[in-house]
C-alpha cells in the first residue's frame, strides 16, 4: 500500500484518463512544485504514449501496473463517468487520495459507497468543482463577504452552448460520447458545474421545491434532452431563497452566467468572457446610486473586452480556476490537512441533481 505523505512536499500523482479535460490536469501536474508525475495511464496506446511524451512521464496500459510501480499518493481519475466508481474505489484501497472529474459518480447512492471508502481507507477523494476558484467567482465571493449585495435571495445560472452540433463534441451521430448515458444525457455533464455554483452561493438552504422541466427543441435523435429549464425555491437562515437552473443548446452566443441577487443588490458575471457587473449601495446616496452603477457598469463592460482578449491571447479559458483548485488542493494534502472541496460539498450537489433528473417534467427518454 502507498504510505500516505507527511508534510508540505511534493506528492506523486498519477492520471488515469486521456481525454480532452486531462490537458489541464497534466499540464498543472508537469509544472506545479507541489507534484511530481509519475504516470499516465489510458487504453489507447496512441493516446497514452503522446500523454507521456508531451509531459515527459511513464506510460501504461493497466491501473493495476502503474499503481504497483509508481506508488503514487494521488490518483487523478479522468475516465468516463460511468466508470469512476470502480476506479477510484481502487486507486483509495491502494492507499493513494483521489481527484475526480465531475460527475463524480451517476448518483448520490454511488457517492456515498465511495466516501466510505475513502474513510475506511483514511484517503481523501475530491470531485473537480474548479469554476468555484474562476476570479469571477471569487468577485462574487467578496461582495457576499462585504454585505454589498445584502442577503441572498435568488440564484439563476444558465448555460447556452450548442451541444447538438453535429461537427462537436456530443453532436456527432456516429461517434457518440459514453455522456449521452448519463442520467440526463449530455447536460448531466454541465449541471454538476450549475449545481455545485448554486450550493456555493445558498450554504444551509433546504430547497422545499425542484421543478425541473426538460426538453428536446432541436430534435437530435441521439439527444434525449438538450434543454433543461428548472425552479427551485427554499428557505434558509436568512429567509426565502429562490433557484433557477438554466440550459440551453440553441441559445447563442455561448454563455456560462451567473448572477446572485441579495436584499441589497445583484451581481453578476459570465465565465467565458469574464465579464463582471454589479449593482449594489454607492456611497453617493439613494437618490445618485443608480446613475453611479450605471457609469461603474459602463466601465466595466469596457474593460471586459480588453481582458477577454488577454484571455484569448494567452489561452486562459474558463478553467482558468482548475489550477488554483488542484494547487489548494495538492497543497491540503501534502500537509496532511481537509481538500477544499469537501465531503459534504459534493453529497449536497450530488442529491440535488438526483432531485431535478428524477423530478423532471417530461420524464427523459419518456417517449
Known amino acids: 500500500m502507498v504510505q500516505p505523505s507527511s508534510g508540505d512536499t511534493r506528492l506523486r500523482a498519477a492520471v488515469i484518463g486521456t481525454g480532452g479535460i486531462s490537458k489541464e490536469h497534466l499540464g498543472f501536474l508537469a509544472s506545479s512544485p507541489r507534484a511530481e508525475l509519475v504516470g499516465v495511464c489510458d487504453l489507447s496506446p496512441v493516446a497514452v504514449a503522446h500523454a507521456a511524451t508531451t509531459y515527459a512521464t511513464r506510460p501504461f496500459s493497466s491501473v493495476d501496473e502503474m499503481i504497483t510501480a509508481t506508488r503514487p499518493e494521488i490518483i487523478h481519475v479522468l475516465t468516463p463517468p460511468n466508470t469512476h466508481l470502480a476506479i477510484a474505489t481502487t486507486a483509495l484501497r491502494a492507499g493513494a487520495h483521489v481527484v475526480c472529474e465531475k460527475p463524480i459518480t451517476l448518483g448520490a447512492e454511488d457517492l456515498e459507497q ?59 451521430p456516429n461517434l457518440t460520447s459514453p455522456i449521452h448515458d448519463l442520467p440526463a444525457g449530455v447536460i448531466h455533464d454541465f449541471i454538476t458545474h450549475m449545481v455545485y455554483l448554486l450550493a456555493h452561493f445558498t450554504p444551509g438552504v433546504d430547497w422545499s421545491t425542484v421543478d425541473s422541466q426538460w426538453n428536446n427543441h432541436a430534435g437530435v435523435a441521439h439527444f434525449p434532452v438538450d434543454d433543461l429549464d428548472a ?118 450537489t450530488s442529491r440535488l441533481i438526483d432531485r431535478l433528473v428524477a423530478g423532471r417534467s417530461p420524464q427523459i427518454g419518456a417517449s
Do not use: W
Not at 457576499?144 to 448555460?159: M, N
Not at 446572485?260 to 449594489?280: A, C
Open 114 to 172: 465511495l466516501l466510505s471508502v475513502a474513510r475506511e481507507c483514511d484517503r481523501h477523494i475530491v470531485e473537480n468543482h474548479n469554476y468555484r476558484f474562476n476570479p469571477e467567482i471569487e468577485l462574487l465571493d467578496g461582495l457576499l463577504a462585504a454585505g454589498s449585495l445584502g442577503t441572498v435571495a435568488e440564484v439563476e445560472i444558465r448555460i447556452g452552448l450548442p451541444v447538438t452540433d453535429p461537427a462537436g463534441r456530443f453532436g456527432d
Open 231 to 348: 425552479t427551485l425555491v427554499g428557505v434558509g437562515p436568512d429567509g426565502a431563497v429562490h433557484g433557477r437552473l438554466r440550459f440551453s443548446a440553441l441559445m447563442a452566443p455561448d454563455c456560462f452566467e451567473i448572477t446572485v441577487r441579495g436584499t441589497e443588490g445583484y451581481g453578476q458575471v459570465e465565465l467565458f468572457s469574464g465579464r463582471v457587473s454589479e449593482v449594489i449601495p454607492r456611497p453617493v446616496g439613494k437618490q445618485l446610486a443608480p446613475i453611479a452603477n450605471m457609469m461603474i457598469g459602463g466601465l466595466a463592460l469596457f474593460a471586459a473586452g480588453p481582458r477577454s482578449l488577454k484571455r484569448k491571447i494567452m489561452q486562459e479559458g474558463p478553467y482558468v480556476g482548475l489550477a488554483k483548485f488542484l494547487d489548494l488542493t495538492y497543497e491540503a494534502l501534502g500537509r496532511g490537512e481537509a481538500p477544499p472541496v469537501t465531503p459534504d460539498d459534493m453529497l449536497t
